[in-house]
């Protein structure tokens, strides 16, 4: 599986950014989509997770009620709408999948930068 994330950029704030993830490959074997982040200095911490069968959905406590994950399954798509956004979001984005193939995977993508000015 690769995972291509795209969206991120330089935003005020207080504004907004929806990030997406294109996922490619053995997509049939991913069970839940998520989105990471990493600010410098600091360890990858948990975005959001989404089931990519159940839609059911997972948050971080400070990104509940600001940020919404989304899938679209047709199109193998993956969404972080990130609202009211908080130059502590500066961060690069990652976006994971998890599933099973012969064995537990779990992919990652590139990374995407999003910048958050006061």
């Known amino acids: 599986v690769q995972l291509q994330a795209s969206g991120g950029g330089l935003v005020q704030a207080g504004g907004s950014l929806r990030l997406s993830c294109a996922a490619s490959?053995?997509?049939?074997?991913?069970?839940?989509f998520g989105w990471y982040r990493q600010a410098p200095g600091k360890q990858r911490e948990l975005v959001a997770t989404i089931s990519r069968g159940s839609g059911s959905t997972h948050y971080a406590d400070s990104m509940k009620g600001r940020f919404t994950i989304s899938r679209n399954n047709a199109k193998n798509t993956v969404y972080l709408q990130m609202n009211s956004l908080k130059p502590e979001d500066t961060a690069v984005y990652y976006c994971?999948?998890?599933?099973?193939?012969?064995?537990?995977?779990?992919?990652w993508g590139q990374g995407t930068q999003v910048t958050v000015s006061s």
């Open positions: 994971n999948a998890m599933g099973f193939l012969s064995g537990p995977t779990n992919y």
């Open positions: 490959g053995s997509t049939f074997s991913i069970n839940t």
